[in-house]
Nanobody, 122 residues
Framework: QVQLVESGGGLVQAGGSLRLSCAASGIISSINAMGWYRQAPGKQRELVAAIRSGGSTNYADSVKGRFTISRGNAKNTVYLQMNSLKPEDTAVYYC????????????????WGQGTQVTVSS
């Protein structure tokens, strides 16, 4: 019913930049929030950044000042601009969205993308 498709991961040297993209598609009535999580090997999945429908954002302390989350003009896309990358940013990054579908307009459901690998070499 709803799909989140990520792109933009890869291998980069420390200090470099990457831009992740996520596009939501399907029988969407409204998208209430979109965000990025990451999971490194042996660690729990953690919130990296999130943006709400009104435009407010929040970031993990570890990425503040280096990462920027934004939404596309169509509002069904979200981007994560990652600058000054560090080896500790290495993880699988997952797109997440709170979506209300046309089939159930009163019900907000959380959806996840398949994940994209980001590897930062030292």
């Amino acid at each position: 019913q709803v799909q989140l498709v990520e792109s933009g991961g890869g291998l980069v040297q420390a200090g470099g930049s990457l831009r992740l993209s996520c596009a939501a598609s399907g029988i969407i009535s409204s998208i209430n929030a979109m965000g990025w999580y990451r999971q490194a090997p042996g660690k729990q999945r953690e919130l990296v950044a999130a943006i709400r429908s009104g435009g407010s954002t929040n970031y993990a302390d570890s990425v503040k000042g280096r990462f920027t989350i934004s939404r596309g003009n169509a509002k069904n896309t979200v981007y994560l601009q990652m600058n000054s990358l560090k080896p500790e940013d290495t993880a699988v990054y997952y797109c997440n969205s709170a979506i209300t579908t046309i089939l159930a307009p009163g019900l907000e459901v959380e959806y996840w993308g398949q994940g994209t690998q980001v590897t930062v070499s030292s």
